[in-house]
């Protein structure tokens, strides 16, 4: 008999809180592509697999410029489909570029049926770096499947506030250092009801844990 895994609020405010990263890189136009790059987060053991939400969140309600320089309305985009949605930055050192990659390598191993029906979108932290080009030529390195989302970072935080992911404005050291924090946590929505009702911290998107959970997610069924 398989077990579920639930996350209650005060488990969540905790998992949200072990997940935030300070990720710092040297300032320059490479960021966290070269350079003298730095990370900080959570040493914690992390259990493995996604958990399953006991209250799910509602999809965000954000209106945002995808890479192509079109506005893109996440909810009406997405009705109806798998989604794997994270809140992250091109310039990120370490977390950001691992968790990207992971989904991508899991996707990989999925059904053509299955990739088709997978929606993974990436929201940019760091919107003032992050433009519409800068975001598509990252993520086409990872999967050019992936939607990345840039705009007003007001709007973005308000949005990621929304489903638990607390992210602030990057800011520079007097070294020149640029820091931004936010949150790691990966969502999972689910194609029937369009809520996320699986949630994954930092350590726990390895490519084997996604491959082995995701085809349930895709068919709207909790890992």
Known sequence: MRKTRTLTTAALLA???LALSACGSDGGSEGGKGGEDTAVASSEPQKKGGVVLETPFEKPD???TDTKGEE???IEETKGEPVLLYFGYT???????LTMSNIAVAKSKLTPAQKKKLRVVFVTSDPKRDDPKELGSWLRGQDPSFVGLTGDFDTIQAGAKTVGVSIEPSYKKKNGDVVSTHGAQLLAFSPKDDKAHVLYTEGNTGPEVLEKELPRIIKGENP
Request: glycine share 0%; aromatic share 6%; hydrophobic share 40%.
């Open 72 to 74: 893109y309305d996440l």
């Open 91 to 97: 310039h990120c050192p370490d977390v950001c570029p």
């Open 15 to 17: 998992a949200c809180a």
């Open 62 to 64: 954000l209106t945002l």
